[in-house]
């Protein structure tokens, strides 16, 4: 079956940092990567999508990058605040019926220290 | 634009009580979800809709049953909840199946005694 690992459960980082969250997966080809974020006590927000086709993708801090041959995508948070700590999920997709519903990791909680 | 909107916001149940958890969307998205996440499993699928009219099982269906009562809502029912169905419900929309974003509503939080 299907299986994805984002590598820590938890991340450390000093403010003004580039934060590194890894996200890889097993037995799934996908046709599409995406990024959440998720405060304690709230739904998940959406971040950035990234397609198969495509290597990295940017907007503002943000960066994630999407290697299909070693099925791990890397999502990048530069000069890191402490209002950046949360928990990011990493979610992989596809097409059609089924496979179009998301498959997401547990998580990485990242806490940014002032 | 309030997006997608849960209730209730917190539920306590005894085993063997019944209960339905709403969600509305006002997006006019095609597809919803039905999640459970539970410290240490991460997000996991309940049901899902993938239009209006159709329902589908997901990875963790046993003991629930869905609604998709029409474009707008979809309800999701514990008939004899179950001390292991206490965790964190979220409902959540896309435009359609494929790579669009989810929507996600702010969660229910059931404990079951």
């Known amino acids: 079956s299907q299986k994805i690992e984002q590598n820590s459960e938890a991340l450390n980082i000093q403010e003004g940092k580039t934060a590194t969250l890894t996200c890889n997966y097993t037995?799934?080809?996908?046709?599409?990567l995406q990024w959440y974020r998720q405060d304690p006590g709230r739904g998940p927000v959406f971040l950035l999508l990234?397609?198969?086709?495509?290597k990295e993708k940017r907007k503002e801090r943000l960066k994630v990058t999407f290697d299909t041959t070693l099925k791990q995508s890397l999502f990048h948070i530069t000069a890191s605040q402490p209002a950046d700590s949360a928990t990011y999920l990493c979610a992989l997709g596809n097409y059609g019926g089924s496979q179009g519903n998301l498959i997401f990791g547990k998580g990485t909680k990242l806490s940014v220290k002032p | 634009n309030a997006g997608v909107t849960q209730t209730p916001k917190f539920q306590v149940l005894k085993t063997g009580q019944s209960m339905t958890l709403q969600c509305a969307q006002d997006?006019?998205?095609?597809?919803m979800y039905w999640y459970r996440q539970d410290p240490g499993m991460g997000l996991r699928l309940i049901y899902y809709s993938a239009s209006e009219g159709t329902t589908d099982k997901g990875e963790v269906p046993n003991g629930y049953n869905v609604s998709r009562l029409n474009k707008r809502e979809f309800s999701l029912r514990l008939e004899s909840a179950a001390p292991s169905q206490t965790s964190v419900y979220f409902c959540?929309?896309?435009?359609?199946?494929?790579?669009?974003?989810?929507?996600f509503g702010q969660g229910t939080r059931l404990t079951v005694v």
């Open positions: 997006m006019n998205h095609n597809s």
């Open positions: 990234i397609r198969e086709n495509e």
């Open positions: 959540a929309s896309r435009r359609e199946e494929g790579n669009t974003e989810a929507f």
């Open positions: 037995n799934y080809s996908p046709a599409y």
